[in-house]
T-cell receptor, first 113, second 113 residues
């Protein structure tokens, strides 16, 4: 499967714990985007990264959320001290270039107990 | 960002053509029209995009009016697996040369036997 790979598919955390979501872009894609979909709502842009650089994080909450896309390995979306309101589906997308179509993974569904 | 307007839901009989409309009357000259769909519990799937000319690929056809204020996505022979939420998105351009995707509520297409 040469598509965007996200893991885990489902993640359960208790309030106050940390959540780490991983995304491996499609082969040849160096642009990664993270989106969040709250229950019964549309996808909302969070952050756009290229290798080792954050290009746009205008959609990221100011606290507890961070993202990285290291030179080697997958992109990571990290949520510290999770709260109930963080429960959502988190989708990663990748593209070959800035103006190329974004292709999405099947998401990580985060549930906070 | 140019706003899009889509009907909340549509029905289509299996084997018939599904024509999904989208209004984007405030679209700018350098903005593309993108279509994605999201099947339940999966990530959004890229379908097609266009600027001013009609486009066709193995999944669908995109018809854009001459004034670019509206477009129609055509699935020529709908199958039950085409049941999904279809999103019409006008891709916003930024001064940095990249653009994020802004998802609205889309159209829920139900294909019935």
């Amino acid at each position: 499967n040469a598509g965007v790979m996200q893991n885990p598919r489902h993640l359960v955390r208790r309030r106050g714990q940390e959540a780490r979501l991983r995304c491996s872009p499609m082969k040849g894609h160096s642009h990664v985007y993270w989106y969040r979909q709250l229950p019964e709502e549309g996808l909302k842009f969070m952050v756009y990264l290229q290798k080792e650089n954050i290009i746009d994080e205008s959609g990221m909450p100011k606290e507890r959320f961070s993202a990285e896309f290291p030179k080697e390995g997958p992109s990571i979306l990290r949520i510290q001290q999770v709260v109930r309101g963080d429960s959502a589906a988190y989708f990663c997308a990748s593209s070959m270039g800035q103006d190329q179509p974004q292709h999405f993974g099947d998401g990580t569904r985060l549930s906070i107990l | 960002d140019a706003k899009t307007t889509q009907p909340p839901s549509m029905d289509c009989a299996e084997g018939r053509a599904a024509n999904l409309p989208c209004n984007h009357s405030t679209i700018s000259g350098n903005e593309y029209v993108y279509w994605y769909r999201q099947i339940h519990s999966q990530g959004p799937q890229y379908i097609i995009h266009g600027l001013k000319n009609n486009e066709t690929n193995e999944m669908a056809s995109l018809i854009i009016t001459e004034d670019r204020k509206s477009s129609t996505l055509i699935l020529p022979h709908a199958t039950l697996r085409d049941t999904a939420v279809y999103y019409c998105i006008v891709r916003a351009s930024t001064t940095s040369g990249y653009s994020t995707l802004t998802f609205g509520k889309g159209t829920m297409l139900l294909v019935s036997p």
